[in-house]
């Protein structure tokens, strides 16, 4: 039997065909190697499985797992992490990217420090890819206050220690969306806290019409996650909420995509331990 890789990386998709080429290329890119990249396609009605077949043809790392109907991006995570074989779970949407240096950045941070999970900087970009924006990045640690006071840590940005949170699974939530700050909720809640890593290591593609485009739907979507997966009185949540709203405006206005992104490509990492991954390959 192969051994496991040290890395699952998951990713749901659905109808994400044209731009997942770009996703699956810069996992593979990475230059740390020991993963698998396990893409959920959730129900698509396009050509989307074809396009992760056509790839795990040539890269064996690569595995297509299809959900038996169209669950929503948690429950779609949720059985990719199921089928996951490795250590550390890191999680990637289907038109998002990463740096070659992703994964060992990550790995040596998390390793070296300890921590349950940790999540990194990242930029905006277009949805051609032209342009990027300024830096955005979370608190340092991500507590329950920071969590809900703060924005900067998607989904794109966590690396998951399974051996310390070996019960991970993010938690339903429809028809509430935010699926990634109910899954910090939760595991915040159960002791875990967040880290950041300061490194440019990702990139957060702005597709139209999509759910974070969305600017007033996604107020007040933050607001019912407060009040009703948070359980937070009105008082606090209102208090908490309105800093999100002021951090999120900030957020969008100053990240938006403006810079060439070649000029971009360059950024270099930054080191931490990197003698601490190899011997959490063997």
């Not at 996703?23 to 698998?36: K, L």
């Not at 056509?54 to 064996?60: C, E, G, M, T, V």
């Not at 941070?109 to 990027?132: C, E, K, P, Q």
């Not at 220690?161 to 595991?187: G, K, T, Y």
Request: aromatic share 10%; charged share 25%.
């Amino acid at each position: 039997m192969n051994r496991s890789p040290l890395v699952s990386v998951v990713t749901p998709v659905f109808n994400a065909s044209r731009l997942l080429p770009e996703t699956i290329t810069s996992v593979q890119a990475q230059t740390f190697t020991d993963w698998e990249h396990l893409l959920v396609d959730d129900g698509s009605t396009d050509d989307s499985a074809a396009v992760v077949q056509a790839a795990a043809k040539r890269d064996s790392r690569i595995r297509l797992l299809r959900t038996p109907r169209n669950l929503g991006p948690s429950e779609a995570r949720n059985f990719g992490i199921d089928a996951a074989r490795g250590r550390f779970v890191a999680l990637l949407d289907s038109d998002d990217l990463w740096l070659s240096p992703k994964l060992e950045e990550s790995l040596a941070w998390i390793l070296s420090h300890g921590y349950d999970f940790i999540y990194h900087d990242y930029r905006h970009i277009s949805y051609d890819g032209a342009r990027v924006g300024r830096l955005v990045h979370g608190p340092d640690e991500l507590n329950l206050r920071t969590l809900h006071t703060r924005r900067g840590t998607g989904c794109l940005t966590a690396v998951i220690d399974r051996d310390r949170i070996p019960s991970l699974r993010f938690p339903r939530v429809a028809p509430l969306h935010a699926e990634d700050f109910c899954l910090w909720s939760q595991l915040i809640r159960q002791g875990h806290i967040g880290h950041r890593l300061a490194a440019d290591l990702a990139r957060y593609r702005l597709v139209p019409n999509s759910r974070s485009a969305r600017k007033l739907e996604s107020a007040r979507n933050a607001w019912q996650v407060y009040r009703q997966f948070s359980n937070l009185s009105f008082t606090k949540a209102g208090f908490w909420w309105l800093q999100y709203a002021w951090n999120a405006f900030w957020l969008h206005r100053l990240a938006a995509p403006r810079f060439d992104a070649l000029s971009f490509e360059g950024v270099k990492p930054v080191a931490y331990m990197h003698d601490v991954v190899p011997r959490f390959r063997d």
